[in-house]
């Protein structure tokens, strides 16, 4: 059974950069789709963008100004960069697998609560 | 971009129901890339649907697919207590590659 475990710091302040990894475990990140998905608290999903095995990236245009997504086979993860934080960036941050062919997503973390407060 | 609309926002049923749910596209969607989630209070999503009509590994038989187009359907044949979450459809493919629709929420 695959699974994801986001990590990362819970509280970053405005202007400064979001970092979070997810961690897979029961597979490996040399084939698939990777994901970051965020979820405002009370809020939608909101797909932010994913990471081919091969490195290719494809995001959000809404935030891909911001962006910097990237995956590490020695450490089987892959990870998020978000920059110039705001308030409005406040939300649960899940990593989830895209699976060939439909794309649906299949395998999920429990979400990480990453707050922008000073 | 294609927007994805579900309808209705709340739907509240009990046990034994049947529930309908339709997510609608501002613009047609192959049917290979609508999809369907179920999230619980403070769990991640979990994938139901894949394909419009799939039901991914271990999702029970209650659960249904349907659509083309534009219009898609979940269809919960007859409700377990279990099932009263918030549902959300997701299409692949335009800009931004993944989408959601806004969710409904199934309440008892």
């Known amino acids: 059974q695959v699974q994801l475990q986001e990590s990362g710091p819970g509280l970053v302040k405005p202007s400064e950069t979001l970092s979070l990894t997810c961690t897979v475990s029961?597979?490996?990140?040399?084939?698939?789709?990777w994901n970051w998905i965020r979820q405002p608290p009370g809020k939608g999903l909101e797909w932010i963008g994913y990471?081919?095995?091969?490195?290719?990236?494809s995001y959000n245009p809404s935030l891909m100004s911001r962006l910097t997504m990237s995956v590490d086979t020695s450490k089987n993860g892959f990870s998020l960069n978000l920059s110039s934080v705001t308030a409005a960036d406040t939300a649960v941050y899940y990593c989830?697998?895209?699976?060939?062919?439909?794309?649906?997503?299949?395998?999920w973390g429990q979400g990480t609560l990453v707050t922008v407060s000073s | 971009e294609i927007v994805l609309t579900q309808s209705p926002g709340i739907l509240s049923l009990s046990p034994g129901e049947r529930a309908t749910l339709s997510c609608r596209a501002s613009?047609?969607?192959?049917?290979?890339?609508l999809a369907w989630y179920q999230q619980k209070p403070g769990q991640a999503p979990r994938l139901l649907i894949f394909?419009?009509?799939r039901r991914f590994t271990g999702v029970p038989d209650r659960f249904s697919g349907s659509g083309s187009g534009t219009d898609f359907t979940l269809t919960i044949s007859r409700l377990e207590p279990e099932d009263f979450a918030v549902y959300y459809c997701q299409r692949f493919g335009s800009s931004p590659l993944y989408a959601f629709g806004q969710g409904t929420k199934l309440e008892i």
């Open positions: 990471v081919y095995y091969s490195g290719t990236t």
């Open positions: 394909g419009t009509s």
């Open positions: 989830a697998r895209g699976r060939y062919g439909d794309y649906g997503l299949d395998f």
């Open positions: 029961g597979g490996s990140v040399s084939s698939y789709y």
């Open positions: 613009q047609s969607v192959s049917s290979n890339y």
